[in-house]
């Protein structure tokens, strides 16, 4: 079956510093590709999405996601975070195995950024 | 105001009672998904509906059972045969489930707690 890992559970960063969650699926032909964030108190939203071209996706906020087809990866990087990027953040996949499309996700990254 | 609603917040039953957890959208959505999210867990895909009165069974099916027969609409019953009820559910809808690149837009969620 398909599968989503995302390695770490938590990060606790301090602000500016940088970012790099992990995310890896297991399937091996064409996928899509998201990072949602859910903020404390706000509704699950999407951050980025890859679905074709330019592996490099930029989202909201500063975010980027860079998809790396050999290593079946999809990590997410921002440069310099701030307080207000503490959240939860999941990483899904959607791939022509599954006809209906369905989301698979990851079990999601608690980040705290410390002011 | 365009999104999804869902309703109670919060709710509280007692083990053996069935419980119906509201979710409407007025963003024209034709897909509504159904999730559990657990910690640790990310989040686990119920039931999915591509179109009015039209729903299949997601990864986690057993004890739960939806209705879909306006677009606007998708309430998900917890019934006494469902194991470990006690978690918090999400609603979401994007335009097309044959959409591989369709983002998902989430309600604010039910935290559902059996006494």
């Known amino acids: 079956a398909q599968s989503v890992s995302q390695h770490n559970h938590h990060v606790i960063l301090s602000e500016a510093a940088s970012l790099e969650l992990g995310c890896n699926y297991s399937?091996?032909?064409?996928?899509?590709l998201f990072w949602y964030v859910q903020y404390p108190g706000q509704h699950l939203q999407l951050l980025l999405k890859y679905f074709s071209g330019d592996p490099l996706v930029k989202g909201i906020k500063g975010f980027e996601a860079e998809f790396i087809k050999s290593k079946f990866s999809f990590n997410l990087r921002k440069p310099s975070v701030q307080w207000s990027d503490t959240a939860e953040y999941f990483c899904?996949?959607?791939?022509?195995?599954?006809?209906?499309?369905?989301?698979?996700w990851g079990a999601g990254t608690k980040l705290i950024i410390k002011p | 105001d365009g999104g999804i609603t869902q309703s109670p917040k919060y709710l509280f039953r007692k083990e053996g009672q069935n419980v119906t957890l509201s979710c409407e959208q007025n963003?024209?959505?034709?897909?509504m998904y159904w999730y559990r999210q657990d910690p640790g867990q990310g989040l686990r895909l119920i039931y999915y509906?591509?179109?009015?009165?039209?729903?299949q069974k997601g990864d986690i099916a057993e004890g739960y059972s939806v209705s879909r027969e306006k677009k606007e609409s998708f309430p998900l019953t917890v019934t006494s045969a469902q194991k470990n009820p006690t978690a918090f559910y999400l609603c979401?809808?994007?335009?097309?489930?044959?959409?591989?690149?369709?983002?998902?837009?989430f309600g604010p969620g039910t935290r559902l707690t059996v006494l």
């Open positions: 963003l024209n959505h034709d897909a």
């Open positions: 979401a809808s994007s335009l097309g489930a044959g959409r591989a690149a369709d983002t998902q837009y």
């Open positions: 899904a996949v959607t791939n022509g195995a599954n006809s209906n499309y369905q989301l698979i």
């Open positions: 509906s591509q179109i009015v009165n039209d729903f």
């Open positions: 399937y091996g032909g064409t996928v899509n």
